[in-house]
């Protein structure tokens, strides 16, 4: 089965960047559509952003122009670049893969954006 591994996370000042990772533990799986959620301190999963295997993208209109999604299919990577971050960024960031029947989650990565 395939498994989803974040990295990148960590403590950033407020108007800070980071760049999220998520590798597929297999190669060659194809993912139709893969996206980040998060998760902050006693609140439910929310997503944050979504691209498709063609390049199709969505995000939540909080990030929307600060965060960017993108994805190399070769390699079956997906990154979110986060900039001018924001302390209501702070949350755990979770990898999410559709495959057309299942979801796969990563187990996140967390973000802490504090001055």
């Known amino acids: 089965q395939v498994q989803l591994v974040e990295s990148g996370g960590g403590v950033v000042q407020p108007g800070g960047s980071l760049r999220l990772s998520c590798e597929a533990s297999v190669t060659d799986y194809r993912f139709y559509k893969m996206g980040w959620y998060r998760q902050a301190p006693g609140k439910g999963r929310d997503w944050v952003a979504f691209?498709?295997?063609?390049?199709?993208?969505q995000y939540e209109d909080s990030v929307n122009g600060r965060f960017t999604i993108s994805r190399d299919n070769a390699n079956n990577m997906l990154y979110l670049q986060m900039d001018d971050l924001r302390p209501e960024d702070t949350a755990d960031y979770l990898c999410?893969?559709?495959?057309?029947?299942?979801?796969?989650w990563g187990k996140g990565t967390p973000v802490t954006v504090s001055s």
């Open positions: 691209m498709t295997s063609d390049g199709l993208t």
């Open positions: 999410w893969g559709f495959d057309g029947g299942t979801q796969t």
